[in-house]
């Protein structure tokens, strides 16, 4: 059986109607109740489907181009019902985050994205009503206000609802992929590496029981999360090595225990100094064990050793940690201005004593490798980037070798740096 051959784009004046005369002549007529209400022309077209689709215009013109494009695109296999473009962006939001295979983390920036920045302006329209032009400007203000590192993730959920409505072909292209849309550029921090008498003076600033904790991010270059999920077992002192299993990482306002970035577990080597300061920290301070879900909050509960807890026992929380030691300690080395006086930082500082014995004045002391040599100083270090805004920084740990060279033991020891 053939296909049925459906007939050709047809325009419809719905001012007017065909009245046959008594003479056999055709003439058009106005219709009272419609004459001079609405637009006038209707372009009328089949689907691919066999259903009559219509779409109003003011002009003849402008409805006879539309039903023969609509043709022209049925032929070409590209047509989009243009009933398909009216949904609303918030519903193809919907099926977009269901559609994402990501880590709870990131589905969490992914909803507050939409939440805070797409959906009070694109929330509500049609998908077919949003113009490259407007995406520009509000990518721009949205820059503007909350810096390009935000501009930039609520612009990729934004994309993502588009390209996922050009799929489900509720609309023919993507306005965000217009070249009028200028993406917010990715701008790499500038980076001042440390040298080591700063990096020593950190360390030497941190209260000891958490001192270990910037020597192995020094040595090891672990992530802030990596170090504050450590346990004893993760620590092979006969192979020197680390095993980085997981990290302790933050769910909306809740903690979970997740695989390390990348999802990836790795090895890395472990300097004899520190695993000598690691021993030293267990036998002062012991472990403390903590539960928590397994990469998402309803996943199974998992029990780990940690070195590095709160005084309430819990994990420690990367912000609480920043503000209370870690910016603390970069003020005490210098590093950046002190806090203000009524900040929870200010209150941290004034308790923190430096050590009695400090850095002397020597050149890099020189370290013992396993084989026995000793060599010049090959340690990685950190670096900081300081925003604009008063006492805020952000860790940057630069890998840059694998050994390290001697720390000051837990106790505050400068051990054989000093005299």
Same mark, same amino acid.
């Given at each position: 059986?053939?296909?049925?051959?459906?007939?050709?784009?047809?325009?419809?004046?719905?001012?007017?109607?065909?009245?046959?005369?008594?003479?056999?002549?055709?003439?058009?007529?106005?219709?009272?109740?419609?004459?001079?209400?609405?637009?006038?022309?209707?372009?009328?077209?089949?689907?691919?489907?066999?259903?009559?689709?219509?779409?109003?215009?003011?002009?003849?013109?402008?409805?006879?181009?539309?039903?023969?494009?609509?043709?022209?695109?049925?032929?070409?296999?590209?047509?989009?019902?243009?009933?398909?473009?009216?949904?609303?962006?918030?519903?193809?939001?919907?099926?977009?985050?269901?559609?994402?295979?990501?880590?709870?983390?990131?589905?969490?920036?992914?909803?507050?994205?939409?939440?805070?920045?797409?959906?009070?302006?694109?929330?509500?329209?049609?998908?077919?009503?949003?113009?490259?032009?407007?995406?520009?400007?509000?990518?721009? &203000?949205?820059? @503007?206000? *909350? #810096?390009?590192?935000?501009?930039?993730?609520?612009?990729?959920? %934004?994309? +993502?609802? /588009?390209?996922?409505?050009?799929?489900?072909?509720?609309?023919?292209?993507?306005?965000?992929?217009?070249?009028?849309?200028?993406?917010?550029?990715?701008?790499?921090?500038?980076?001042?590496?440390?040298?080591?008498?700063?990096?020593?003076?950190?360390?030497?600033?941190?209260?000891?029981?958490?001192?270990?904790?910037?020597?192995?991010?020094?040595?090891?270059?672990?992530?802030?999360?990596?170090?504050?999920?450590?346990?004893?077992?993760?620590?092979?002192?006969?192979?020197?090595?680390?095993?980085?299993?997981?990290?302790?990482?933050?769910?909306?306002?809740?903690?979970?225990?997740?695989?390390?970035?990348?999802?990836?577990?790795?090895?890395?080597?472990?300097?004899?100094?520190?695993?000598?300061?690691?021993? &030293?920290?267990? @036998?002062? *301070? #012991?472990?403390?064990?903590?539960?928590?879900?397994?990469?998402? %909050?309803? +996943?199974? /509960?998992?029990?780990?050793?940690?070195?590095?807890?709160?005084?309430?026992?819990?994990?420690?929380?990367?912000?609480?940690?920043?503000?209370?030691?870690?910016?603390?300690?970069?003020?005490?080395?210098?590093?950046?201005?002190?806090?203000?006086?009524?900040?929870?930082?200010?209150?941290?500082?004034?308790?923190?004593?430096?050590?009695?014995?400090?850095?002397?004045?020597?050149?890099?002391?020189?370290?013992?490798?396993?084989?026995?040599?000793?060599?010049?100083?090959?340690?990685?270090?950190?670096?900081?980037?300081?925003?604009?805004?008063?006492?805020?920084?952000?860790?940057?740990?630069?890998?840059?070798?694998?050994?390290?060279?001697?720390?000051?033991?837990?106790?505050?020891?400068?051990?054989?740096?000093?005299?």
């Amino acid at each position: 059986m053939e296909p049925e051959v459906w007939s050709v784009a047809f325009v419809k004046d719905q001012w007017t109607r065909a009245v046959k005369q008594p003479s056999g002549e055709v003439v058009r007529e106005r219709k009272p109740a419609r004459w001079g209400k609405g637009k006038r022309w209707l372009a009328v077209w089949h689907g691919p489907n066999g259903d009559e689709v219509s779409m109003a215009f003011e002009t003849k013109i402008a409805a006879e181009r539309h039903g023969n494009a609509m043709e022209t695109d049925i032929a070409r296999g590209e047509y989009i019902d243009p009933a398909a473009g009216k949904m609303r962006l918030a519903e193809v939001a919907e099926r977009w985050m269901k559609s994402r295979s990501v880590d709870p983390s990131s589905e969490i920036q992914y909803e507050s994205k939409w939440r805070l920045h797409v959906a009070p302006t694109f929330g509500k329209r049609q998908v077919k009503s949003i113009k490259p032009s407007e995406i520009a400007v509000w990518l721009k &203000e949205l820059t @503007a206000t *909350f #810096g390009p590192s935000t501009a930039r993730s609520a612009f990729l959920v %934004l994309f +993502g609802c /588009l390209e996922l409505a050009v799929e489900d072909e509720a609309l023919k292209k993507n306005p965000a992929k217009s070249k009028l849309v200028k993406r917010p550029p990715t701008v790499d921090p500038s980076i001042v590496v440390w040298p080591d008498e700063t990096v020593d003076a950190i360390i030497a600033a941190h209260p000891e029981q958490y001192r270990l904790i910037p020597i192995i991010g020094d040595a090891a270059g672990l992530r802030q999360g990596e170090i504050f999920g450590l346990s004893p077992d993760d620590f092979d002192f006969e192979e020197r090595v680390i095993r980085v299993r997981r990290q302790v990482k933050k769910l909306g306002k809740d903690f979970v225990f997740a695989l390390p970035k990348n999802d990836k577990v790795r090895t890395v080597p472990m300097p004899d100094s520190v695993a000598e300061l690691v021993q &030293e920290h267990i @036998a002062r *301070f #012991g472990t403390t064990e903590v539960s928590l879900p397994w990469e998402r %909050l309803d +996943g199974d /509960l998992q029990a780990v050793r940690l070195m590095f807890t709160w005084s309430d026992g819990k994990q420690i929380r990367a912000r609480n940690f920043d503000e209370t030691i870690w910016k603390p300690s970069l003020a005490l080395a210098g590093v950046i201005p002190p806090p203000p006086e009524t900040t929870a930082a200010a209150a941290t500082l004034s308790q923190i004593v430096r050590p009695a014995c400090t850095l002397c004045g020597t050149t890099t002391p020189v370290s013992r490798s396993r084989t026995g040599s000793t060599s010049r100083s090959s340690r990685s270090t950190w670096a900081i980037t300081t925003r604009a805004s008063h006492f805020a920084s952000t860790r940057i740990f630069c890998r840059r070798r694998t050994t390290a060279r001697v720390r000051p033991s837990i106790g505050g020891s400068r051990g054989s740096v000093c005299g």
